[in-house]
């Protein structure tokens, strides 16, 4: 059954959060294993996901998640190895913009508080599916293979993979992605040792975990033609072939600088493990994306003299400020990029030394912000708290 389908259209505010269909403080998500399959000739991943979920009310009696542009094939209980009962989910509601609701029934079993039922989802994505960005060879900087990645923040993680989709649910998740040999996959977490394993017809499977809890819209995929070397003493940068030198050069000064002035600058570990970067080919649409393990950075930050890597000292902030400590849900989005701020340029002076780029950098971010009306709304916010204006 595809979501994608007219169905009873939302007409108020969804669920907990006011983007999200998920029922996530009745049933919340605790896990996610994912295994997806990457196609390049019909643009669409297939596989399946199972979610290991907790019920925390005695009156539940169903999981609800989001799901946008998905064909949902069948959903069963357990996962593959345990076998299962066959569920009939239902979507009763399909949002033009928030997607739609998936419905799953809690067994009779499971429908009492502190039950943990797991669910396996068969699913494939289409080419609609937003979150996915598909490039032709042409595309790409060696124009020899094809490439895609995910970009899922705000709202875009339902479009990939079902699930509760928003900044109130942070789970670990373990992935598998198969694709065509000699490309790539990288995501964001621990990469397996046996990487990659190599099928019977001839793909090759790359498995990663996030150990950390962390919202749906950080998980991250990439399938290219990529590279990796490393930058620092636990951070490497992936790359395609004709821009990784650039790359290695770029980021391999200031990286590892970056990551122990963050620890000093919040009195907090850096905790999440390796720290990755990928170059994206110049599709990409922003400087970059704090995807934990994995930070999605643009090729225009190849300046050659290292003038742009105070970007990767906002995504390293975030590692604290938006990954650690996270929105609750999207109508408060500016708490994660406003909470870098200062300290991104902390990290930068703490790193560098370089006062005369602190001092411009915090005041331009500052009018940037203050431009798009976050500290304005945040400021109303407030003043509206104590019955002000």
Partial sequence: MSDSKDHKVAAKPLGPCPHSHSNWKDVVVRHYDIALT????????????????EVLSDAAKELLLDS?????????????????????????????????????????????????????????????????QWLKAEQTGTKKHPFCYTQFEAILARTSIPTQDTPAVKAPYSIAVTCPSPL???????????????????????????????PAYLIAIVCGSLVSRPVGPRSAVWAEKNLIDRAVHEFSADTENYIVAGEKVTGVRYDWGPYDMVVLPAAFPYGGMENPQLTF????????????????AHEIMHSWAGNYVTNADWSSFWLNEVSTLVPSALLHYTASTDLLFVFWFVLFSSLVYWRAAALPVGIRRVFGTFGIG
């Avoid at 069963?76 to 928030?98: A, Q, R, S, Y």
């Avoid at 790359?206 to 950390?212: S, V």
């Fill in 184 to 214: 790539v996959a990288v995501c964001s977490g621990d990469a397996d040792k046996s990487n990659p394993t190599f099928e019977e017809d001839g793909q090759l499977t790359f498995r990663y975990t996030q150990r950390q809890p962390i």
């Fill in 68 to 132: 946008k542009n998905l064909a949902i094939e069948r959903v069963t209980t357990g996962t593959e190895k345990e076998g299962g009962d066959v569920l009939p989910f239902t979507i009763p509601i399909n949002d033009p913009t928030f997607g739609s609701c998936l419905s799953i029934p809690l067994p009779a079993a499971a429908q009492k508080k502190g039950a943990k039922p797991k669910f396996r989802i068969e699913y494939s994505t289409t080419p609609q599916s937003a979150g996915i």
């Fill in 38 to 53: 990457v196609d390049f000739k019909r643009s669409i991943m297939h596989g399946h996901v199972v979610i290991s979920a």
């Fill in 297 to 312: 950075l643009s090729s225009s930050l190849l300046a050659g003299d290292r003038s742009l890597t105070n970007v990767v």
